[in-house]
């Protein structure tokens, strides 16, 4: 819960607003990013920035910040002799960051938002790829060991069948023997189908040919949306007054599209299942109807007398 704002920092005609929070554990100071104009100019604004002045800079402790470094979350800095300097494009991450970390997004969650944002984006560019790609990453992933995933599948434990899921990209190798799996809820539903007697190898190979039609679905709502909203909104010059209409768009089109694949999923699932119906019934009707009578033989002609 926020409790009281301290004070306001243009950063790319966005600003901070630096609130402190009490979480479930501590308290701790946020920055939040929003829309606006700043109470005051920064005139230092591309002025590169020591480690120490960065955290000073977005409020973060250095250890924190070394730490989403660590991570992947900030790019390299340039480095002078062994000293690192940070640009704008630091500056828009952090804030970023601790922007999602205020609002209950894990780092996992953060990680995966900023892996495709180019690495020089600015607070708009960030702010506009995180409205746009936050709403459809799967949940947290997991992290198990090998064995755990086979006591799961209930099946013995297979590093071949390990490789197979590292290649469908449903699971990624930790080291020393740990696996993070990708999408939980995916996993979820792959051990449903095992536990009905499909084998493990037959799934992930139905799930193969399953993903590369779903990567087809999604792009066709993909170009959809690019072609009858986000264009217009590229053209205009990505207005801010739009942001929000854009936002709503992305949010809306999810449920849409889920429940439009899941009604067509429906009636096409019937339609196989009851031609597959046919065709096994047929076949069980031809093997149970009795064997035809042998014809009769024809009539003995009279004996002659």
């Known amino acids: ?125 960030l702010a506009l790829h995180r409205a746009l790609l936050a709403p459809w990453l799967p949940p947290e992933p997991e992290t198990m060991t090998g064995a755990e995933l086979a006591a799961r599948a209930g099946v013995p434990e297979d590093p071949a069948l390990v490789d197979r899921l590292v290649e469908l990209g449903l699971v990624q190798r930790l080291g020393d023997g740990d696996l993070r799996v990708v999408d939980p809820a995916l996993l979820t539903a792959g051990l449903q189908v095992v536990a009905l007697g499909i084998p493990p190898d037959e799934l992930i190979d139905a799930q193969t040919r399953v993903n590369a039609h779903v990567r087809e679905i999604a792009e066709t709502y993909v170009q959809l949306f690019v072609r009858t909203g986000w264009q217009a909104f590229v053209d205009a010059g990505a207005p801010r007054d739009q942001l929000d209409a854009v936002r709503d768009t992305v949010a809306r089109l999810q449920p849409a599209a889920a429940q439009a694949v899941l009604a067509a999923f429906r009636t096409e699932m019937a339609a196989a299942v009851g031609a597959a119906l046919e065709t096994v019934l047929s076949r069980l009707d031809q093997e149970a109807a009795p064997a035809a009578s042998p014809p009769a033989p024809p009539p003995l002609p009279p004996r002659g007398r």
Do not use: C, K
Request: net charge neutral; glycine share 8%; hydrophobic share 35%.
């Open 1 to 125: 819960m926020r409790v009281w704002n301290t004070r306001d920092r243009d950063i790319d005609n966005w600003y901070i607003q630096r609130a402190h929070y009490r979480g479930r554990h501590d308290e701790e100071e946020v920055s939040v990013v929003t829309p606006g104009q700043a109470q005051r100019g920064d005139e230092d604004g591309d002025r590169e920035l020591t480690v120490d002045e960065l955290a000073a800079r977005v409020g973060v402790t250095v250890r924190n910040l070394r730490a989403y470094s660590a991570r992947g979350l900030l790019p390299p800095p340039r480095m002078v002799g062994r000293t690192g300097y940070y640009g704008r494009e630091h500056v828009a991450r952090l804030l970023l960051v601790r922007e999602m970390l205020a609002e209950g997004y894990s780092l996992a969650m953060i990680e995966r938002t900023l892996a495709s944002a180019p690495a020089n984006a600015s607070s708009t560019t």
